[in-house]
Every structure is written in structure tokens, then in C-alpha cells.
């Protein structure tokens, strides 16, 4: 399957680490190259990978790592990187007319959720791998995308909403419909963001969940994550056979 990760933005609350946030090394290897590592496991095939700030850099490492490994990497540029996510998602509009995976530059996550999303997801529409494990003192209510579910379907999305009963994780599965919700979500409501898309497919029905139960997943947004992504990678969550059964959760946002 083919599969669509965003990695435009600045990504201010790691520039200590590296200028290039998706370039941040996790012992020695970059965030993005475990993303795509962890997706290929999961079964994606070829990648799309939208690019803006240090785009030059980024894109010459990813041309690396697609000789290195054999793998079809397709540059695509948001030069308005500045602006919501949704607008690196529509870069992606004529070059995928099918089914795709969508995926963060700085989420790292056991395969086994790609897995089962693709297994599970519905033909039309998104389906987004949610937690519902909200009683998680490691995860910082005051930056994670809440999530209110209703029998598999998005009710509600968004960082401040105050109903929810489940966790955004930053892995999705979609149809082309999500470019034509982000474009109206954009003329009608003025907003860019990827959860502005959603939230219009919700409205019509075509927004579902799927459950990720016990599995691992953290969003490496600052150097308190990045701390304990590198202990997940030395626990070895990561080197897991991909059809293993699923850890015990170990669950840090």
C-alpha cells in the first residue's frame, strides 16, 4: 500500500536536538527513517513524503535511505509549510488516486497497528487507529488530538475539545474523498487542518475508528518524549517480529 508521511513542519520543541525534526536522531537513527522502517512492516510498499522547512536536507537523506534499502521513495514539497497540516496532506492530491496509508514524520508506532488498520478499515472514507486508553498520565492532554468515538465512528476531533473517550495516534488509512473534505473544510470554515477534513467526513458518516488496544505508539514532539523514545528503542519495541503477538503497552505521549 502506498503511504503518505508529512515532515514540512519546523518542529521548534526539538531544534536542540537537530534542525530538522524529522532528522532527530533516536540512538543514531532518524525519527523519519523509523517511521518508514515500522511502516514498511506494516505492509506499505512505496512512500510519499511531503517536505518544507530543511526540505533540501531531509530530501537528500530520504534519497539515501531509498538506495540504501531498495525502497520507491516520491518527493513532494509544501513550500507553505508554515501553515496547518492539511495543507502538506493536499500536496499529495495528484499523486495518490487510491487508498493510502497517512502517517507522521515524528510518531513512532508497532507495526502491528498498520496492520490491523488496513485489515479492518472501511472501503470509503478514513479510519483512524485511536487509543482509548485516556486515563494515561503520560500523555499531555494539553497538545495530544482528542478524539470523541460512537459505535466506530468520529464524532468529534480536535487538541481542545472537552468530549472524548479515546486518542488521536496519528495513523490513518484514507480514501481520495479526505483531499476534497480538506479543500472545503479550507473554503468553507477557513481551516487547513487535518482534523478540519475530518471533521467534515465525520459529518457525513465517513470518518471511522479503529482500536489499537495494547499497542505501542508515541508522538516525539519534545525532548521529555524523546527521552523515552530512546528508552522504548532500547527495550526494544521496535525490533519485534511484526506478526508477534502485541506487547504489553508501554504507552508515552
Known amino acids: 500500500m502506498k503511504c503518505l508521511i508529512i515532515a514540512a513542519g519546523r518542529g521548534s520543541r526539538l531544534r536542540q536536538r537537530a534542525e530538522s525534526k524529522p532528522l532527530v536522531p533516536v540512538l543514531g537513527t532518524p525519527l523519519i ?3 518508514i522502517r515500522a511502516a514498511r512492516r506494516g505492509g506499505a510498499d512505496e512512500f510519499y513524503v511531503v517536505s518544507g522547512y ?10 539515501v535511505i531509498a538506495d540504501r534499502d531498495a525502497i520507491t521513495i516520491r518527493h513532494l514539497i509544501n513550500d507553505r509549510w ?30 502491528e497497528i498498520v496492520r490491523g488498520l488496513c485489515r479492518e478499515a472501511r472501503s470509503h472514507g478514513l479510519t483512524l487507529a485511536v487509543d482509548r486508553n485516556i486515563d494515561n498520565p503520560h500523555v499531555d492532554l494539553s497538545d495530544v488530538t482528542r478524539v ?24 490513518f488509512r484514507c480514501d481520495p474523498e479526505l ?4 479543500e472545503l473544510s479550507i473554503a468553507r470554515n477557513g481551516d487547513a487542518s487535518l482534523s478540519g477534513g475530518v471533521r467534515l467526513l465525520a459529518q457525513d458518516g465517513l470518518a471511522y475508528t479503529y482500536d489499537i488496544g495494547e499497542r505501542y505508539w508515541l508522538d516525539v514532539d519534545d525532548s521529555r518524549a524523546f527521552v523515552k523514545a530512546e528508552v522504548a528503542v532500547i527495550e526494544g519495541w521496535d525490533r519485534r517480529h511484526p506478526d508477534a503477538a502485541a506487547p504489553v503497552k508501554t504507552h508515552i505521549a
Open 33 to 35: 527513517e523509523r517511521v
Open 54 to 63: 530543511q526540505g533540501p536536507r531531509l530530501r537528500a537523506h530520504l534519497d
Open 82 to 111: 508554515q501553515e496547518p497540516n492539511g495543507v502538506s496532506v493536499l500536496a499529495a492530491r495528484e499523486s495518490l488516486g487510491e487508498p493510502f496509508l497517512l502517517l507522521m514524520s515524528d510518531h513512532l508506532f508497532d507495526p
Open 148 to 171: 470523541l468515538d460512537r459505535s466506530g465512528r468520529i464524532r468529534e476531533i480536535g487538541k481542545g475539545i472537552e468530549r472524548y473517550n479515546c486518542f488521536d495516534t496519528g495513523i
Open 179 to 182: 483531499f476534497d473534505a480538506l
